[in-house]
């Protein structure tokens, strides 16, 4: 799996948890580290590691993806999950507002979700 789709999974696995504020930036021209930061934000700790879990148990479970490290956990404030190329950082507001990584990487591009593909009806060829 490339990581643009990768980055846009873990977004989308993100939201089945009720995310918020999530960020997907391109860091590929600023960073050597990684290609992409995905970052989104929960309302309590209980809530990052439903968010954390939900990321990397279908991850795991689906694609036999394992983050190469995970820092932060059950008392943290901020959670990381490394998959090399895409970098995902589950936050409560509070840290996320004192870390900024959206400033820090303000010259990241923003990535758009992709467009959903318009189903045809059968009418259509």
Excluded at 3 to 27: G, I, P, Q, T
Excluded at 81 to 90: E, G, M, Q, T
């Amino acid at each position: 799996m490339d990581s643009k789709k990768l980055a846009w999974l873990c977004r989308e696995l993100a939201d089945n948890k009720k995310a918020e504020n999530m960020v997907v930036l391109d860091v590929r021209k600023l960073s050597s580290v990684t290609d992409f930061f995905v970052i989104v934000s929960g309302s309590s700790q209980p809530h990052l590691r439903a968010i954390v879990e939900e990321i990397h148990g279908k991850l795991r479970d689906d694609h036999g993806l394992r983050p190469a490290r995970t820092e932060g956990g059950e008392a943290g404030s901020w959670v990381v999950l490394d998959y090399f190329d895409v970098i995902v950082h589950v936050m409560l507001a509070e840290a996320r507002a004192r870390y900024d990584l959206e400033g820090l990487w303000g010259d990241a591009k923003k990535v758009n979700p992709p467009k959903p593909r318009k189903k045809k009806t059968p009418d259509e060829k």
